[in-house]
């Protein structure tokens, strides 16, 4: 794996050193601008190598050197990472203009069928023993379960197989450019130009999604800059090739928003009366405890989580009910909404907590 990441990286750089053109090349002082500058000319791609200039002024306006900007040429236009943007925001487009559909009381399960295969849990069990050492110190450095953090590194990047392999710089230009995301896009350019210019790493070595997501924890540039961390005090943050820094910064991101390594993240519960819906999801305002969950009707589901209901016991806890009063119910607490604080969907969260729930079983955590 590393062997491949290398060679990847070798053949980046010399596409982005070689290339003959002049592509938005500037060897004299940027110009700062504010960052609520906006750009007045065409969105045409005649157009796009003088955006990238405006972006770099944008950059010296929130501290980053000219040295810096200038050393990042041959940005290019990404024709396929709007295609996959436009292709998310169709679907996103259609489910919007299209009457609800029903809920669906296979929705849990679906997804975690399709997410949670077995073959990926197996893997999982068989790394933990190859990164034990640097998982567990980790695990004791930031307070997080060693199952969370090896879960989300499966969920992620599939254990560090599947990071995409985009110039990171060329992809976020493009998609701010492209304008449907334009404000979130070119404020990730910027933080991806903030990380070269605090020497974390090289240009060659930033490669990522389609969108920019970069590494084996597809942080995106801001979460790099506010998460990532030099888990073996070798003066870098390499969340692309070692794993001490990969599981340090995973640990690092979810210690940061709240995590509390004496919680569960919840248990599946059943409904033994109506619950009036209002009273469901995770807004702070919402939680209850236990005892008051119980009063209304609300058991768990199956014996074998009577102990992690009994960790619960003294928490604050949310009803979460992803797919309305047909489907599955469960109780979760503060861990389950720092998941969601990582991607926000429900179903990814109850993912990534079932998942590390079968990593502590087969494992023997």
């Not at 679907?91 to 990926?120: C, F, S």
């Not at 030099?230 to 910064?249: C, L, M, P, Y």
């Not at 992803?322 to 503060?334: E, H, M, T």
Request: charged fraction near 20%; proline fraction near 2%.
């Amino acid at each position: 794996m590393k062997t491949l990441l290398e060679i990847t990286a070798l053949c980046t750089g010399l596409i982005l050193a070689g290339c003959s053109s002049s592509n938005n090349t500037s060897n004299s002082a940027v110009n700062a601008l504010d960052s609520n500058a906006i750009y007045s000319k065409d969105r045409t791609l005649d157009n796009f190598n003088d955006y990238v200039q405006f972006l770099k002024q944008k950059a010296v306006g929130q501290g980053v050197s000219a040295k810096t900007l200038n050393a990042q040429n041959n940005i290019h236009y990404i024709e396929s990472a709007v295609r996959l943007d436009q292709k998310q925001a169709g679907n996103a487009a259609r489910l919007k203009n299209q009457p609800p559909l029903p809920p669906n009381p296979n929705g849990v399960t679906n997804y975690i069928n399709k997410h949670l295969t077995q073959a990926k849990v197996n893997k999982a069990e068989d790394n933990y023993w190859d990164v034990r050492t640097s998982l567990q110190k980790a695990s004791q450095k930031y307070g997080v379960q060693q199952e969370f953090i090896l879960a989300l590194w499966g969920m992620e990047s599939s254990f560090g197989y599947y990071q995409g392999n985009y110039d990171v710089l060329s992809v976020l230009a493009t998609l701010a450019f492209d304008g449907r995301r334009e404000k979130l896009f070119s404020q990730e350019f910027i933080n991806a130009m903030k990380m070269l210019d605090q020497g974390y790493l090289n240009r060659t070595q930033m490669l990522g999604s389609w969108a920019g997501a970069m590494g084996q924890t597809q942080f995106m540039p801001t979460s790099y800059l506010n998460y990532a961390v030099d888990g073996d005090n070798d003066g870098r943050k390499d969340i692309w090739q070692n794993e001490h820094d990969v599981f340090a910064s995973i640990a690092n991101y979810l210690h940061t928003v709240g995590w509390d390594n004496r919680l569960p993240w919840g248990v599946e519960v059943q409904l033994t009366q109506p619950v009036n819906l209002a009273l469901s999801g995770t807004e702070k305002n919402k939680a209850r405890s236990l005892t008051n969950w119980q009063a209304q009707g609300i058991m768990l589901k199956s014996s074998a989580e009577a102990q992690k209901l009994t960790a619960l016991s003294s928490a604050d806890l949310w009803l979460v009910l992803p797919d309305k009063q047909v489907g599955r119910a469960f109780l979760v607490s503060n861990n389950f909404r720092t998941i969601l604080d990582w991607n926000r969907s429900n179903y990814y969260a109850l993912s990534v907590g079932m998942f590390a729930d079968r990593i502590k079983a087969g494992a023997g955590l």
